[in-house]
């Protein structure tokens, strides 16, 4: 039984890591050995790959471009969602539930239908081509997830110690930032995980809200195509370079994420 | 937790509703302006009512997309959800070895989407490729660029690789919550492996296993990226799935009428479905 088990999960595991290894593999290849055979590892080792895009500000400005807007995004869903988590999870009021479900479509929805009203929208108050624009636009997905989640976490704490609080005479703000906030620290960090995460991989939306001066380094990667084909070695290298934030942000809150799937919201 | 009735609260959660009003709501109306007028240019409109959506819904290329979604969706859901349930049973319970599985499990869903296309481009392409190389090396002739066939097989197993692991994060948590006593129980009476899992594990993963459905069917709804990254909806129409037709419409041909209407029915059914999902929850957590 236990074999068994372990045959399973060394297979699957297997199944996801061959694919990251072919393109780290790729990565350390030059075109020609590339194109040239099929290498299980790079025989010829070269980091220019990842030279080009280093050198390059076209490329590493795409990083930063995505860096930034996406950071952006995070501390503006997590400022907005944290009140309205806390009215959701502490209050009843006049239309909650069909607002909770409203806030909740609007993860459902497919970025496809917001497309052109977006493209329309910030152009027209000119926000086209701005960080602002994109990392307002993903808000439309993850402020809803991140009021979601932080739900399940405040839900968590009780509420004597809110009300200890107020009887002991902190104003709402005081008692929200000073004693209410550190007591979810783990749940804050989940929700800006998910934050970085579902902003971080998101392609539509930037693509289009964007041309030169916030252009992501999901669309710099088009560039890798050009008139004598497709530049392999630096596609890879540059896919490499997306998958590092990540796995970085992953390794801070690893302790934290399984609690917050325990709760079962994503 | 019972909650205090208090109409203030609505102050809390002012600014999570003008934001999202702001990014739902205006775009929103802008479709559904779009889809009852004619628009030549900003000057020249006619309103023509419910005119596109008739187009619309009598359009082929709606009716095949929509077809090849709902297949899309149920094979994903139909793999990933055992496949998941699986996987989290088999995962090590605590240690070392538990954290370093979520870790890994965790990768692909921290790629960007259009790498993970990148990723499947690279891997399945039979000249530079490990799994094309290997796989006509094997005698087996596979070429997703222009076999039909190929290449929607490679986009479900490029989601399954890419999702699988929400479905067994989600389990796996869900398998921790239940505590140790119902396996005792079962133990003394001599339960079947079989057994435990049908009458203990899978209810207890009942509402867990209701998000992790609801998710993937949304998500695999609403799927662009990757097969426009790999396959560019090809070879022909054969992985062109709903966001895309409606992409093609609404910035390719500019068919701002139809493409609103479409965006309108496209949503109403994401919506349907994602209303029934909420019910099901909400029920499911009263009647806890």
Wanted: aromatic letters at 16%.
């Amino acid at each position: 039984m236990h074999a068994r088990k372990l045959v399973v999960l060394i297979v699957f595991v297997a199944f996801l890591l061959v694919p990251i290894y072919w393109l780290l593999n790729m990565s350390f290849k030059s075109n020609t050995e590339i194109l040239g055979g099929l290498t299980l590892w790079p025989r010829d080792f070269t980091l220019d790959n990842y030279r080009v895009i280093f050198t390059d500000p076209a490329w590493y400005g795409g990083y930063l471009n995505s860096l930034y807007y996406v950071c952006l995004n995070t501390a503006i869903s997590l400022s907005v969602a944290l009140p309205a988590a806390y009215a959701f999870s502490r209050y009843r009021f006049l239309g909650d539930r069909h607002l909770f479900f409203w806030l909740l479509t609007n993860r459902m929805a497919p970025p496809a239908v917001f497309l052109l009203p977006f493209f329309q929208l910030y152009s027209s108050i000119g926000l086209f081509d701005t960080h602002i624009a994109v990392a307002l636009a993903h808000c439309l997905f993850n402020v809803p997830l991140a009021v979601w989640i932080l739900e399940g976490f405040m839900s968590g704490v009780p509420k004597e110690i809110d009300e200890t609080a107020y009887i002991d005479g902190y104003s709402f703000p005081r008692f929200f930032l000073g004693i209410f906030l550190p007591l979810i620290r783990s749940g804050i960090g989940v929700t800006a995980f998910f934050c970085f995460m579902f902003s971080w991989v998101e392609l539509l939306l930037a693509r289009t809200l964007t041309s030169v001066d916030a252009k992501p380094i999901v669309s710099v990667m088009t560039r890798t195509v050009s008139a004598s084909g497709i530049d392999w070695g630096v596609l890879a290298a540059a896919g490499v370079l997306t998958i590092l934030p990540g796995m970085l942000v992953i390794w801070f809150v690893r302790n934290h994420v399984a609690k917050g799937f325990a709760l079962g919201r994503v | 937790m019972n909650k205090v009735p208090n109409n203030h609260a609505w102050w809390l959660v002012l600014p999570v509703f003008a934001l999202v009003a702001f990014s739902a709501i205006l775009p929103m109306m802008t479709v559904v302006n779009y889809s009852v007028q004619d628009i030549f240019d900003p000057s020249t409109r006619f309103f023509v009512g419910a005119d596109w959506y008739r187009q619309v819904l009598q359009d082929p290329r709606l009716h095949d997309s929509l077809l090849r979604q709902f297949v899309f969706s149920a094979c994903v859901l139909a793999i990933e959800i055992p496949l998941g349930i699986a996987v989290a049973l088999c995962m090590p319970t605590r240690g070392r070895w538990a954290s370093l599985c979520l870790i890994v499990l965790a990768i692909p869903l921290l790629i960007p989407w259009n790498v993970v296309g990148t990723i499947w481009q690279i891997f399945g392409r039979a000249d530079i490729g490990l799994l094309g190389w290997t796989l006509n090396a094997a005698g087996v002739s596979y070429n997703y660029a222009s076999n039909t066939l190929d290449a929607w097989v490679t986009v479900l197993v490029m989601d399954v690789w890419h999702w699988t692991s929400l479905v067994a994060l989600l389990c796996y948590s869900g398998l921790r919550a239940i505590p140790d006593v119902y396996y005792q129980a079962a133990r003394i009476d001599r339960a079947s492996n079989w057994a435990v899992f049908r009458y203990i594990q899978l209810p207890k993963l009942k509402s867990v296993l209701l998000i992790a459905v609801m998710l993937r069917f949304m998500d695999s709804f609403m799927i662009y990226t990757e097969p426009f990254v790999l396959t560019g909806g090809g070879p022909g129409n054969a992985t062109t799935f709903l966001s895309q037709t409606l992409t093609k419409m609404a910035v390719g041909q500019f068919d701002l009428g139809p493409a609103a209407a479409f965006s309108l029915i496209y949503f109403l059914i994401i919506l349907l479905v994602s209303w029934l999902f909420y019910t099901a929850m909400t029920h499911n957590d009263q009647t806890r």
